[in-house]
């Protein structure tokens, strides 16, 4: 295993349409995060699952955004009626089980989406 | 809720020249990381830093954590032209909560 995939790498959408991306972590990683990267900026918190359990969610997150991990492997991240401030960076990241707090983190490529 | 800023946000530096990004924090933490970030790329890790006093070192990056004082710095020791890219710090509350808070970046650029 090489590290963490997203797919795709690039969306184009147009506003009020859904999108899903997909992102497949290092395998024997059983912690995954999703973030938000706009331009300038650092990576934004949006959801955290341990296994196939989404323990932490960012109260920034609307009910437009819902993510799920249904095996603890592969992930999902689905943007209903996409609106133009949805356009950014959207970054997967996944750490190895490990004893108390959060580990070091792994970042995928990242898919950029941009909506018109 | 933790806050994590770093300044600066720019920095242009001249090849051969030393410099040091701060990385302030705004409760406590336990656990502070750095990454690199090229241009439309995604993020590389530099340095985990899990207890007060760490130090680790790089090539020409040395990190460092002070907790009593809620600051880590990234050093840079005789620059050169690859080490252009964005660097960010990250930290993690110590207790409660797996979120991880990133600073804004420090955007460094080195001039040959």
């Known amino acids: 295993d090489t590290g963490v995939s997203q797919n795709p790498r690039h969306k184009i959408t147009k506003r009020g349409q859904n999108v899903t991306f997909r992102c497949d972590p290092i395998s024997e990683h059983n912690r995954l995060y999703w973030y938000r990267q706009t331009l300038g900026q650092g990576p934004e918190f949006l959801t955290y699952f341990q296994n196939e359990a989404q323990l932490e969610k960012s109260r920034l997150l609307s009910d437009r955004f819902s993510a799920e991990r249904p095996k603890g492997s592969f992930s999902t991240l689905e943007i209903q009626r996409t609106e133009q401030g949805d356009s950014a960076m959207y970054l997967c990241?996944?750490?190895?089980?490990?004893?108390?707090?959060?580990?070091?983190?792994?970042f995928g490529p990242g898919t950029r989406l941009l909506v018109l | 809720e933790l806050k994590v800023e770093q300044n600066p946000l720019f920095l242009s530096m001249q090849e051969g020249k030393n410099y040091t990004i701060y990385c302030n924090y705004s409760t406590t933490s336990d656990r502070l990381y750095w990454y690199r970030q090229d241009p439309g790329k995604s993020l590389e890790s530099l340095f985990v830093?899990?207890?007060?006093?760490a130090v680790k070192q790089e090539g020409r990056l040395m990190a460092s954590l002070d907790t009593k004082a809620r600051l880590s710095t990234l050093h840079i020791t005789a620059a050169v032209h690859d080490l252009s890219a964005t660097y960010f710090c990250a930290a993690s509350a110590t207790s409660g909560t797996y979120k991880y808070i990133f600073g804004t970046g420090t955007r460094l650029k080195v001039l040959a």
């Open positions: 990241a996944s750490s190895p089980r490990g004893a108390g707090g959060p580990g070091n983190q792994y």
């Open positions: 830093l899990l207890s007060n006093g």
